[in-house]
């Protein structure tokens, strides 16, 4: 392994490791957030209030010196809320643009289920082509330009679930559980200290590295190799999805091209140069959990996709 993987590795875990200071009982849920910001891809963070979600994505962009752009998605959030519209200029007489938040680095969708159909698509076209399209006119957003996106799986009054064509947008679905014990009780500790999750000036992080930066640890996992054995690896993983009796819908291709992007991160992220059998294994259910949808009657025996894409992970033949 070269010096320059070497050290694109260590510098990617120097932001893994500030995160862990501030996010207490979370480094799986830090690592795989890490892996979508190294891989280039979105994420959408899903767990019940309370469990850090806004506060990991806050803190990941104090790391980094790049633009932050938060949106609290409501019910009542138009399209152009987002990409921003033209106003008139009186003085000059002419039609102006005034960027919505989207034209950010790294944006903060909170609760995006609570936004309608019409502006989650105005957020999937950003999401997709990296652009937004404003009275006939497209404009490219900032080559970063990174969607971390949270949301409630408990709470459904007034919210609206996000269609497949969206889901399949995100690199990463990222469950967020509670924490240990003892990373709860570590958490009372940091507040007595006087640590406060809305103030950010009390995370004690200070940005390490630029938009620049981050997208130079992007070209570092470009340059990830991963085996012939491996990519036929990862593509038999996914079609598998398509031939589970237990699966209505199964992962496309473009899950194939999520899985193998985002095994490279890991890999970085490992300190190696190339893809290993586990480095896959570790990504399927994130990659794969939002792409595929059981059947009525599975999900009436008391099926999750979790629990198949565990026993297909376990089913299918790992290259040695």
Do not use: W
């Amino acid at each position: 392994m070269t010096t320059t993987m070497l050290d694109a590795g260590e510098r990617a875990r120097q932001i893994q490791d500030r995160l862990a200071r501030v996010v207490l009982g979370q480094e799986e849920v830090l690592r795989q957030m890490m892996v979508a910001l190294l891989a280039g891809g979105h994420a959408l963070i899903e767990g019940v209030p309370g469990v850090a979600k806004t506060l990991a994505i806050r803190a990941l962009a104090l790391s980094i010196d790049a633009r932050f752009g938060r949106v609290q998605f409501t019910p009542d959030l138009m399209p152009t809320d987002l990409t921003g519209t033209n106003v008139l200029d009186e003085l000059r007489r002419a039609f102006v643009f005034h960027p919505g938040p989207l034209f950010a680095d790294l944006l903060l969708a909170d609760e995006i289920n609570r936004a309608p159909a019409k502006t989650q698509a105005a957020l999937l076209e950003a999401m997709q082509e990296r652009q937004i399209t404003v009275d006939g006119v497209t404009r490219p957003l900032p080559p970063f330009f990174t969607v971390f996106a949270s949301q409630n799986p408990v709470e459904y009054e007034g919210t609206y679930p996000l269609p497949e064509a969206q889901l399949d947008r995100f690199m990463l679905k990222i469950v967020v559980g509670y924490p240990s014990a003892a990373a709860e009780r570590m958490i009372l500790d940091r507040y007595e200290e006087g640590f406060r999750a809305d103030v950010p000036e009390s995370y004690g992080i200070e940005p390490i590295f630029s938009a620049a930066d981050v997208l130079a640890l992007r070209e570092a996992v470009r340059a990830v190799h991963v085996e012939p054995s491996v990519r036929d690896y990862i593509t038999a993983l996914v079609r598998a999805t398509r031939e589970d009796p237990d699966f209505a819908l199964g992962a496309s291709p473009r899950a194939s091209v999520a899985l193998f992007l985002a095994s490279r991160a890991e890999a970085l992220l490992a300190g190696r140069d190339f893809v290993t059998p586990d480095d896959v294994k570790t990504l399927v259910l994130p990659v794969l959990r939002h792409r595929v949808l059981l059947t009525p009657e599975a999900e009436v025996e008391g099926q999750s996709a979790d629990a198949r894409l565990s026993a297909l992970r376990d089913r299918v033949e790992a290259p040695r």
